[in-house]
């Protein structure tokens, strides 16, 4: 595979479109449309550190380099923001908190466990 095909396998798996993955990494839907078809393949390092941050996998993985590692979350909370964050209409909620800090979705996810009626 290219990069350009980790690239848009990182972003499909994610359920993320060109359009979206644009607007988080500050370009645009043709810019990425560039990098999954391989017109550019000297993509900034700020730019393949935020996509791969937004689709959950490493700057290896995103470029090909390494396909068998993921990160793996911190702790139970930020499992349970990974398992949410995928789930239909959670999308809405975890893009208004893309800017949080770390501590700030602890307390989002626990807002969710205690909305689920789930003890910490």
Not at 24 to 41: C, L
Not at 77 to 88: G, I, Q, S, V, Y
């Amino acid at each position: 595979m290219t990069q350009g095909d980790w690239i848009k396998k990182a972003r499909t798996d994610a359920g993320v479109t060109q359009e979206e993955l644009a607007n988080v990494i500050g370009t645009t839907k043709q810019t990425i449309h560039k990098y999954e078809m391989n017109i550019v393949t000297n993509i900034p390092m700020d730019k393949t550190k935020a996509m791969a941050e937004f689709l959950n996998v490493t700057p290896s993985q995103l470029l090909g380099w390494d396909v068998d590692s993921k990160p793996e979350p911190e702790d139970e909370t930020l499992k349970l923001a990974e398992e949410l964050r995928n789930r239909p209409g959670m999308r809405l909620l975890f893009d208004a908190t893309k800017n949080c800090t770390e501590e700030d979705m602890r307390k989002v996810a626990a807002m969710i466990k205690a909305f689920r009626g789930e003890d910490d």
